[in-house]
């Protein structure tokens, strides 16, 4: 436990949850109920064993912060988590249900064991975050969220790309996601690298697609085959160059395969909201 002011909370708080959650215990030391309460805090971040911070926050001497959060009533704990206020409660509460809020509010194991791996990611550090995200699903075979995040990771992060190894340890985790998790618009963009990545393998090298394309706008099949090679190697905007000339040529060639994997080739740029936001816009007038 902390004490916390305005000068540190960004630090103990705001970073602070980003790693895991912080109770923010707002309080002050005329307050009998805070005197009651801030023991068991205490007993329980111990108890937890790390699994949350505990702050304290004196509202008399920290004025900002109780008008920033509408604190009315003391004692009155705030949880953050990836540095947002996420619930709270007020009052001297009972151990026995600060115990259930914290039980609320604290991820399991497998949802620790996710959150460590992006933080593996952040570091650079892919095999252990792969190991990391393997433990959760071996788990639970049934966490959507693990398997996009793991072929995300085999398709997006790895320096120097996958290997054929690595593509069909994805295209595993892809096939086992369940309705909700194809549901999401991160699974039609891990499909398409997917695609790209495996249909690169097949396509004539890049300078012979650009002469192909240079020769004869027209051929779509060739800008299509250019557009794919283009999202193998990472090199969106020109995918997305391309696609939108095929859709601006002939919006329904391939069933209007282009359209679908511009829009998914904008997911895999979500990273790069300007750069989204302009195709979006070209592609609306386009379309309109």
């Given at each position: 436990?902390?004490?916390?002011?305005?000068?540190?909370?960004?630090?103990?708080?705001i970073?602070?949850?980003?790693?895991?959650?912080?109770?923010?215990?707002f309080?002050?030391?005329?307050c009998?109920?805070?005197?009651a309460?801030?023991?068991?805090?205490?007993?329980?971040?111990?108890?937890?064993?790390?699994?949350?911070?505990?702050?304290?926050?004196?509202?008399?001497e920290?004025?900002?912060?109780?008008?920033?959060?509408?604190?009315?009533?003391?004692?009155?704990?705030?949880?953050?988590?990836?540095?947002?206020?996420?619930?709270?409660?007020?009052?001297?509460?009972?151990?026995?249900?600060?115990?259930?809020?914290?039980?609320?509010?604290?991820?399991?194991?497998?949802?620790?064991?996710?959150?460590r791996?992006?933080?593996?990611?952040?570091?650079?550090?892919?095999?252990?975050?792969?190991?990391?995200?393997?433990?959760?699903?071996?788990?639970?075979?049934?966490?959507?969220?693990?398997?996009l995040?793991?072929?995300?990771?085999?398709l997006?992060?790895?320096?120097?790309?996958?290997?054929?190894?690595?593509?069909q340890?994805?295209?595993?985790?892809?096939?086992?996601?369940?309705?909700?998790?194809?549901?999401?618009?991160?699974?039609?963009?891990?499909?398409v690298?997917?695609?790209?990545?495996?249909?690169?393998?097949?396509?004539?090298?890049?300078?012979?697609?650009?002469?192909?394309?240079?020769?004869?706008?027209?051929?779509?099949?060739a800008?299509?085959?250019?557009?794919?090679?283009?999202?193998?190697?990472?090199?969106?905007e020109?995918?997305?160059?391309?696609?939108?000339?095929?859709?601006?040529?002939?919006?329904?060639?391939?069933?209007?395969?282009?359209?679908?994997?511009?829009?998914?080739?904008?997911?895999l740029?979500?990273?790069?909201?300007?750069?989204?936001?302009?195709?979006?816009?070209?592609?609306?007038?386009?379309?309109?």
């Amino acid at each position: 436990m902390i004490e916390v002011n305005l000068s540190n909370f960004e630090h103990e708080v705001i970073e602070a949850s980003r790693k895991v959650p912080v109770l923010v215990d707002f309080w002050a030391p005329w307050c009998g109920p805070c005197r009651a309460l801030g023991p068991v805090l205490e007993r329980l971040e111990e108890a937890y064993g790390g699994r949350f911070k505990l702050v304290k926050i004196n509202s008399d001497e920290s004025p900002e912060l109780s008008q920033q959060f509408m604190v009315r009533s003391i004692p009155y704990v705030l949880a953050f988590a990836d540095g947002n206020p996420v619930d709270g409660f007020i009052g001297a509460l009972p151990e026995s249900q600060v115990r259930a809020f914290l039980d609320r509010l604290l991820p399991g194991s497998a949802e620790a064991e996710r959150r460590r791996a992006h933080k593996l990611i952040g570091e650079g550090d892919f095999a252990g975050a792969l190991a990391a995200l393997r433990t959760v699903i071996g788990a639970d075979p049934e966490n959507d969220e693990a398997r996009l995040d793991l072929a995300d990771v085999l398709l997006n992060r790895l320096p120097g790309g996958p290997d054929q190894e690595q593509l069909q340890d994805a295209d595993r985790a892809l096939a086992g996601l369940g309705v909700r998790g194809q549901a999401e618009t991160r699974y039609a963009a891990l499909k398409v690298r997917l695609a790209g990545l495996r249909e690169a393998a097949a396509l004539p090298d890049l300078a012979t697609l650009r002469a192909q394309v240079a020769a004869n706008g027209s051929d779509l099949k060739a800008r299509s085959a250019l557009a794919q090679r283009y999202i193998a190697d990472g090199e969106l905007e020109k995918a997305l160059d391309e696609l939108l000339e095929v859709i601006k040529r002939n919006r329904q060639y391939n069933d209007g395969a282009a359209r679908q994997t511009f829009l998914s080739v904008l997911e895999l740029a979500a990273d790069r909201p300007t750069m989204v936001s302009d195709y979006r816009r070209r592609l609306s007038m386009v379309l309109n």
